[in-house]
């Protein structure tokens, strides 16, 4: 049995069609980079004053903070940071905010980052 023209050239624009879309996986890229400042801290659910150093990621995909540097990769709607050794992952939320999870000396921490998108005396966006 042959396939008939109809078959034939229905399978054709079908894979052309499949060929031209994106990858249902391929990641899109959000821009992160900017100066965060730590907006919020909680330790064992309660919040506590936030003197963390900021957070600068970099927009060539390094990041900087207190002394730690290394570089960063945003996947979904993680921002992964890492250098040589060190490896850790924060949250991307709504509002310019990164979100860390982790448990500390003190039990489980929450440290949310705002990101600053323009400074005192500066006319340009970060």
Sequence with gaps: MRPTLALKVSCVVGL???FMLPAAGAAQTIDVSGRYECAQAKVRGKI???MAAPLTLKNDGKFELRGWEGSYL???QWV????SSVRSR???????KIVFRYHGKHGWC???YERRLAE????SLS
């Excluded at 992964?80 to 250098?83: A, G, I, N």
């Excluded at 924060?90 to 310019?96: D, L, S, V, Y």
């Excluded at 005192?120 to 006319?123: C, N, S």
Aim: with cysteine; proline share 7%; glycine share 12%.
């Design 16 to 18: 052309c069609v499949y």
């Design 48 to 50: 506590v004053p936030c």
């Design 74 to 76: 945003v996947n979904g």
């Design 80 to 83: 992964e940071l890492s250098d």
């Design 90 to 96: 924060a949250k991307i939320e709504p509002g310019h």
């Design 110 to 112: 929450e440290m949310t």
């Design 120 to 123: 005192l005396g500066k006319t």
